[in-house]
Nanobody, 128 residues
Framework: QVQLVESGGGLVQAGDSLRLSCAAS????????MGWFRQAPGKEREFVAA????????YYADSVKGRFTISRDNAKSTLYLQMNSLKPEDTAVYYC?????????????????????WGQGTQVTVSS
């Protein structure tokens, strides 16, 4: 089992920055590929960013590419999402997710069903 707890969400203005954190416990975090997803009201959960368990590979949704950065600190068992130049359309509940097993240290996963563990989410609201 893996427990994931997100933090860092809040209410900001367009153009501001936020850094989300996801603290993991209960399993060897350093061997888990990780990802961030988000869900806006009335919409389906969508992929935001992913990182391999080795940290060498990352992948982003087109909508956040160049503005968001995913990173991980395996020593602290923590996943991060640095969000810059926030837009009102970034408003959503953000979830971190962990995969139990990976094909390799360099593999990333971008589909929700590929993840085994989920956090409870943190709300991000961007006002215009």
């Amino acid at each position: 089992q893996v427990q994931l707890v997100e933090s860092g969400g809040g209410l900001v203005q367009a153009g501001d920055s936020l850094r989300l954190s996801c603290a993991a416990s209960g399993r060897t975090f350093s061997r888990s590929a990780m990802g961030w997803f988000r869900q806006a009201p009335g919409k389906e959960r969508e992929f935001v960013a992913a990182i391999s368990w080795g940290g060498s590979n990352t992948y982003y949704a087109d909508s956040v590419k160049g503005r968001f950065t995913i990173s991980r600190d395996n020593a602290k068992s923590t996943l991060y999402l640095q969000m810059n130049s926030l837009k009102p359309e970034d408003t959503a509940v953000y979830y971190c997710a962990a995969r139990g097993e990976s094909k390799s240290s360099a593999y990333v996963y971008i589909r929700a069903h590929e993840y085994d563990y989920w956090g409870q989410g943190t709300q991000v609201t961007v006002s215009s």
